[in-house]
Structures are given as structure tokens and as C-alpha cells.
């Protein structure tokens, strides 16, 4: 499936890596605009309007996560997709926090690329409100009536259970922050701790095997992601 009016405007300093997005995802109908710098980026935004922008943290000029809180507080509400070779995770949380919709770590390949790409593109399409029902393999949450199943037995879960759920659901496919979820469910006053048993009876009562979730997976350091429907 093309996408041939979908412009991404891909920042980084490195010919290699903007090459090689260009080539990736020219072959699946997106256009692809570049920058090689933060100076650059500003003018592309404001002159070619992109549909999503994959940002570089390393920027020779200005530090990514400058130029993505600029372009947030200015209103900004593209996708923005972070690419970064850094390893700690408070870099990734800050980013996420500052606004960025997914990251993707270097070395990356391009089918989850793409992936994350159509994920972050269909959350800025879907309108206003829930989705009545949602359904990935054996698990189905009905967001009107409250009730969720697996494998058609339904599943009683805790009020705070369900919350965290509905969340997750709101967002399939994209990773939530640890903070994010504190601030949805327990408005910021309790401590990761706390989410984490919380998530843990969650996997209990849905996944087939808890250890090892198909479901409800953790981004090491960062937060949690539910799987896509599908």
C-alpha cells in the first residue's frame, strides 16, 4: 500500500542514514524530504509543511530535543518520530514527554521503521473520541460496554486494572511512558512501583503466558506498548 501524498522530512546529520531512509521508504510511496541540521529542519517545516518528521537527537547545530520542544510549543502537531543512537532511556522518556510520538533506535530495520512510521500516522487520522471496540488475537475490549474478553471468556478486571487498559488501548502500537500512565490513572500520586504490580495483574488475567506477554509489552526503562489490532 502507497502513500504517495505522505511527506517525511527526515533530519540527520549523516548522508549514510538519510540515504538509506530515502531509498526505504521511496520503495513504499512516501516522499522524503531531508535536513541535515536543526537550522535546516526549521526552514523545511515551515516551507514544505511535512506529514511526519524523523528527528536525529544528535543535531550538529542545536540538540534535537531543543528543536522538538520548539516545534511543540509552537503548536506544531505532525507525528515526530525519534531516530537516536543514544542508549540511556531518560533521553528516550524526555523525548517522549516532550512530545514525540514514537523513537526508534539506531541500528534500526526498516520494516519496524515502517512499522512505527504507520502507527504514529494513523493516530493523527483517527478522530476525537474511542473506537467502540478494539481486537488483537484472542483479546477483544469493548470500550463502551467495559467488558473484556479473551478467547470469547470474559475477564473481570479491577477498576485501576481497567483503566490502565482503556489507556493502552487508546494508544495501540505506540509506547507510553511510565510518567504518562501515573498522570492518566493515579494523576501523578503514586510511583512507578505501583504501576508496575498494577501491570502485572493485568498480564495475569489476559495473557496466556504472563512472563512472556503478547499483549501488554514493556519498553525497557520507558513505559509499555499494546500490540495493534489485527
Known amino acids: 500500500m502507497t502513500h504517495p501524498a505522505i511527506r517525511i522530512l527526515v533530519v540527520d546529520d ?7 531512509l530515502r531509498v526505504g521508504l521511496s520503495t513504499q510511496g512516501y516522499q522524503i524530504l531531508e535536513a541535515m541540521n536543526g537550522k535546516t529542519a526549521i526552514e523545511a517545516v515551515a516551507a514544505e509543511s511535512p506529514d511526519l518528521i ?10 534535537g530535543q531543543a528543536l522538538l520542544q520548539r516545534w511543540r510549543g509552537e503548536g506544531l502537531t505532525v507525528p515526530i518520530v ?8 531518560a533521553g528516550i522518556v524526555e523525548a517522549l514527554e516532550t512530545g514525540a510520538d514514537d523513537y526508534v533506535a539506531k541500528p534500526f530495520g526498516m520494516n519496524e521503521l ?28 469493548d470500550l463502551v460496554r467495559r467488558i473484556v474478553r479473551v478467547a470469547e471468556r470474559e475477564v473481570k ?15 495501540a502500537g505506540k509506547v507510553l511512558t511510565h510518567r504518562f500512565l501515573l498522570e492518566q490513572v493515579w494523576d501523578g500520586l503514586t510511583d512507578v512501583q505501583y504501576l508496575r504490580v498494577y501491570v502485572r495483574q493485568l498480564r495475569q488475567k489476559i495473557e496466556a503466558t504472563p512472563d512472556q506477554p503478547r499483549y501488554i509489552l514493556t519498553e525497557t526503562g520507558v513505559g509499555y506498548r499494546l500490540v495493534e489490532p489485527g
Open 82 to 89: 525519534i531516530l537516536s543512537s543514544r542508549t540511556d532511556e
Open 114 to 141: 515502517a512499522a512505527r512510521l504507520r502507527v504514529a500516522l494513523r493516530h493523527r487520522l483517527q478522530s476525537q473520541g474511542e473506537k467502540p471496540l478494539f481486537q488483537a488475537g484472542d483479546l477483544q475490549v
Open 14 to 20: 549523516e548522508p549514510p542514514i538519510r540515504k538509506l
Open 54 to 63: 524523523l528527528l536525529d537527537l544528535g543535531l550538529p547545530d542545536m540538540a
Open 157 to 171: 478486571l479491577s477498576p485501576k486494572e481497567y483503566d490502565i487498559l482503556r489507556i493502552l488501548v487508546q494508544h
